[in-house]
């Protein structure tokens, strides 16, 4: 099992910037895939990026160019920075491993 809590959500105004934090404990070495998602009020939890055991990245189409997905092995920990931030960001963001262990959620508000 795998253990992850997320930090680092907050309200910003549009074109700000937040950067999430997902610490993972427990058995680390299972983890290929770590990744972020969001949930909107009223709609379904949606992809937001990834990254692959070797270092590979994948993102969502609306994040592209904004956000960027990052970890540090030594302390366990993946990293989601987002730029230029939208209303259409507003969501509870999901740190993920391996799609199977899911962290708390962190809430983001962008709003002016």
């Known amino acids: 099992q795998v253990q992850l809590v997320e930090s680092g959500g907050g309200l910003v105004q549009p074109g700000g910037s937040l950067r999430l934090s997902c610490a993972a404990s427990?058995?680390?070495?299972?983890?290929?895939?770590m990744g972020w998602y969001r949930q909107a009020p009223g709609k379904e939890r949606k992809f937001v990026a990834n990254?692959?055991?070797?270092?590979?990245?994948n993102y969502a189409d609306s994040v592209k160019g904004r956000f960027t997905i990052s970890r540090d092995n030594a302390k366990n920990t993946v990293y989601l920075q987002m730029n230029s931030l939208k209303p259409e960001d507003t969501a509870v963001y999901y740190c993920?491993?391996?799609?199977?262990?899911w962290g708390q959620g962190t809430q983001v508000t962008v709003s002016s």
């Open positions: 990254i692959i055991r070797g270092g590979s990245t």
């Open positions: 427990g058995s680390i070495f299972s983890i290929y895939v």
């Open positions: 993920a491993a391996n799609s199977v262990n």
